[in-house]
């Protein structure tokens, strides 16, 4: 890992690094996010990287970024939209990013990216957008398309609440790869879902199997 004195991307002016770098990979990322080290597994997780930095403006703020690769777009949307906060703003950094009071959270590539500042201000919101920028910048990446999407009928559809659950969906073992969104209808809140198969026979032996085990548990 890099030494205190050194970034891993390049910083926006009047952000200096904090802390040295550090490197999780799969065997040790519960050290770094004890209890949601789960989600990334399962997701396709290759490697985080996470450094934190200050304001050289600021003595009080700090900002510390953490950049997952998911290895692909589409597990780095799961992530993203597992981990999406009700308060986000919707941003224009990437197709899929938005900011709360203290941070911002987007999907490049095959990266997500959370930057959170040790305070919500005025003062740290530019460099994080700096900061965000910077990476966009400098790290070649394909843009995450997640054309399933574009088969979720867009009447009554809830902004923002469309999702992929990589595994697991839903308490059951053998759904994977479950694309989601909420609507609105008539005041009533539902859930549409679905998860492509191979084959038509593929997917019936899944709709079954599900329905299955949603009986056999009441």
């Keep these: 890992p890099p030494s205190a004195e050194k970034s891993f991307l ?3 002016h009047g952000l200096v690094p904090l802390t040295a770098g550090e490197i ?8 770094k996010i004890n209890g949601k080290a ?12 996470s ?7 600021a003595s009080d703020l700090w900002i510390e970024a ?5 290895t692909n777009g589409h597990n780095a949307f799961s992530v993203f939209s597992a981990q999406r906060r009700e308060d986000g ?3 224009d950094l990437t197709r899929y990013s938005y900011r709360t009071s203290n941070a911002l959270f987007f999907v490049h590539g095959s990266y997500y990216v959370e930057i959170i500042a040790s305070e919500a201000s005025k003062q740290a919101a530019q460099p994080m957008k700096l900061l965000a920028a910077r990476f966009i910048r400098n790290t070649r990446a394909e843009t995450a398309v997640i054309n399933e999407m574009e088969l979720f009928p867009q009447q009554d559809l809830v902004a923002d609440s469309m999702a992929l659950v990589s595994s697991d969906a839903f308490g059951y073992e053998g759904l994977d790869k479950v694309y989601t ?6 005041d009533t809140g539902l859930m549409a879902y679905f998860s492509r198969r191979q084959t038509g026979d593929d997917a019936e032996k ?5 329905r299955d085990f949603l009986v056999n548990f009441g």
């Design 51 to 57: 450094q934190r930095f200050k304001d050289e403006r």
């Design 10 to 12: 390049p910083l926006p």
């Design 181 to 186: 969104a909420e609507y609105e209808i008539d």
């Design 66 to 70: 953490f950049l997952y690769d998911m």
């Design 206 to 210: 899944l709709a079954t199997a599900y």
């Design 89 to 91: 703003i919707p941003l």
């Design 24 to 31: 999780f990979e799969a065997q040790n990322l519960s050290d």
């Design 38 to 49: 789960e989600l990334y597994l399962s997701a396709g997780f290759a490697r985080l990287v």
